[in-house]
């Protein structure tokens, strides 16, 4: 009975105990608590930025499909620049920099 004595009236309140509990369950050790759901916000909006990034992306490529497919000029300079093409009666020399020296 002592002990009951020093204990104050407010954590006696047995409402208060089962609230705090619960908080305490629900907060920290449920499947989804405070850090799970802090991981997976930190998860969807590194989600976010690659979805607009691939998006812009798709786009570019889009714009550039279109200009290849209506413009023969910039079909000829993708040819050259990608894939080397030359015409007939031209040379094509490369020239590779070399940073590695010392």
């Known amino acids: ?4 004595n020093h204990i104050p009236g407010w954590l006696k309140n047995k409402f208060l105990v089962a609230f705090a509990v619960f908080a ?31 998006t812009e992306q798709i786009n570019k490529e889009r714009t550039e499909l279109d200009k290849l497919r209506t413009n023969p000029a910039t079909l000829e300079k993708y040819a050259r620049e990608k ?5 007939e009666n031209e040379d094509l020399f490369l020239i590779t920099e070399n940073y590695d020296q010392q």
């Open 1 to 4: 009975m002592r002990l009951l």
């Open 24 to 54: 305490c369950v629900m907060l920290v050790f449920d499947k989804n608590d405070l850090f799970t759901q802090a991981e997976r916000r930190r998860e969807l909006d590194d989600l976010l930025k690659s979805k607009q990034y691939f």
């Open 83 to 87: 894939y080397l093409m030359k015409r």
